[in-house]
């Protein structure tokens, strides 16, 4: 017998199991309840866990051999895991074998972000997911954002060498994980999709990022790129395809593509936000797709903040008072992610404890004294970042001729979303006010998009309607954004 300690927000049970068993069977006959709509098939990803130690798990495909501590997803997590499978697609797997190199083939989409990396391995015979890995990015040492990274490249000689580098051994470390998990070999994994902004796109595959960030802003490339494995650094088959997939500019990268193609939404006219170290804006209307990129800052990843972190195992992801609060893993408190310190400003302002210019007497103490506070600079990161982007939202609003009214929703994706609670975000001016009850926060669909890619040759025909449909709106050129981002830098109060 083993025994399995179970760790929820408001519960902490220890159950003991017979080995043999998968996670979910051993946790559905104890009625903890797992969303699994694939039916623990191994093909949805949803009844994802958290392993104490180990990472996150797909519960239907972990078979527990020794003592664990499973940390279960709070409510705002399963409910994001229920809208992925409500607003994104989820294709059929179809095996292409005349593509396969070996009898056992495996495929990974990875979804590279600026703070986090995200990897989903699938089996290519049958279109199980096998597993879910997730690190921070290690170029982060080198800055926060795409633009200390593209100077990083264009001040050091052997910059971009070295960004390429620690990225490519990082996934090289979970391949390498895999490949012992499933006891095979380099020749194994076959196809890698990526998704990511195009910054990072580039840095991947060891292209120059420079012109990305001078005028004019043309990236080398923003179209599908392939390469073949034994030219990656990647430890996998030599033949096998590595795909990046399309951008629609410098600026609204192929995150933002596969998350618009994998949403599968009734709405003509909704928008669709990714916020993380930049705030991607795609405003769909009829037919066409208008998209925009704000210089929001990576304050909502937990970067610039005094004590900000990524939204990972010991961040406070969400904050209701100094007494009430939930830290990712349920740890101690090491600091505080973007949606964490969204809960606390927006508290912090309906307490007066800022007033509406975001002035701030003295530091705000979260745990325990002097150990996590907010200051004034971060109250300051967070207001231009939240200007930064509700003014992208209602300039796209403008140019398409729409008003917020005729907006029926807002889809609103990326690791921040995970976790963001919609009454605080609208509180201190983040999201629109007018908007409030068609917010739907859908998650890491980028990623997702990347696995509907490698499950299936269709959605390629999704991914190019995006890109066919989409016209990029350069804001620093429109003087109306000027005006809008002074005017929306302060807070208001009141608003619930």
Request: with cysteine.
């Amino acid at each position: 017998m083993i025994k399995i300690k179970l760790t929820k927000p408001d519960e902490v049970k220890i159950i003991e199991s017979e080995t043999g068993l998968s996670l979910l069977d051993i946790l559905r006959k104890r009625d903890y309840e797992i969303y699994a709509p694939c039916g623990g098939k191994g093909t949805c990803g949803k009844c994802k866990v958290r392993i104490r130690n180990e990472g996150d798990v797909l519960a239907c495909r972990y078979y527990p051999s020794h003592d664990i501590e499973v940390i279960l997803p709070g409510k705002q997590e399963a409910q994001i895991l229920i809208h992925q499978t409500q607003y994104l697609e989820d294709l059929p797997f179809k095996a292409n074998k005349s593509a396969n190199l070996t009898s056992e083939p495996f495929g990974a989409a990875i979804d590279i972000g600026t703070t986090t990396v995200v990897i989903y391995f699938l089996n290519l015979n049958n279109g199980q997911i096998e597993t879910i890995s997730y690190f921070l990015n290690p170029q982060s040492i080198y800055g926060s954002d795409i633009i200390s990274r593209i100077n990083y490249c264009q001040e050091q000689k052997n910059g971009l060498a070295e960004l390429q580098r620690l990225i490519i051994e990082a996934v090289n470390e979970r391949i390498d994980n895999f490949k012992e998990y499933k006891n095979i070999d380099s020749q194994n994994i076959e196809k890698i999709v990526i998704a990511g902004n195009t910054t990072m796109l580039h840095i991947f595959l060891g292209v120059d990022p420079v012109p990305i960030a001078i005028a004019p802003f043309k990236p080398a490339f923003t179209d599908k790129q392939v390469r073949k494995g034994h030219i990656t650094g990647l430890k996998i088959n030599n033949h096998a395809d590595i795909i990046t997939l399309p951008c629609i500019s410098a600026f609204v990268g192929a995150d933002i593509v596969a998350g618009l193609a994998a949403l599968k939404v009734p709405q003509k006219n909704y928008l669709f936000i990714d916020i993380g170290t930049n705030g991607e804006i795609a405003l769909v209307r009829d037919n066409k797709i208008f998209t925009a990129a704000t210089a929001a800052g990576p304050a909502f990843e937990g970067a610039n903040i005094s004590y900000g972190m990524g939204a990972v195992t010991g961040a406070i992801s969400s904050f209701s008072d100094p007494l009430n609060y939930y830290v990712i893993g349920n740890t101690e408190p090491e600091g505080v992610c973007g949606s964490g310190i969204t809960d606390i400003v927006a508290y912090m302002l309906k307490n007066e404890i800022i007033d509406e210019t975001g002035f701030l007497k003295e530091p705000f103490i979260i745990y325990p004294p002097d150990k996590i506070i907010v200051n004034q600079r971060d109250i300051r990161e967070i207001q231009l970042a939240k200007s930064a982007i509700y003014s992208g939202i209602k300039i796209l609003i403008k140019i398409a001729g729409l008003s917020f009214k005729d907006i029926e929703a807002l889809y609103l994706a990326g690791g921040f979303g995970n976790y963001i609670n919609i009454d605080s975000a609208i509180q201190i001016g983040l999201l629109p006010f007018e908007l409030k009850e068609k917010i739907y926060p859908v998650g890491n669909s980028a990623c997702i998009g990347a696995l509907q890619y490698l499950k299936s040759d269709e959605f390629e025909a999704k991914i190019n309607d995006v890109i066919k449909k989409s016209v990029y709106i350069e804001l620093s050129d429109i003087g109306e954004f000027t005006d809008e981002f002074a005017m929306n830098m302060n807070f208001s109060r009141n608003l619930f």
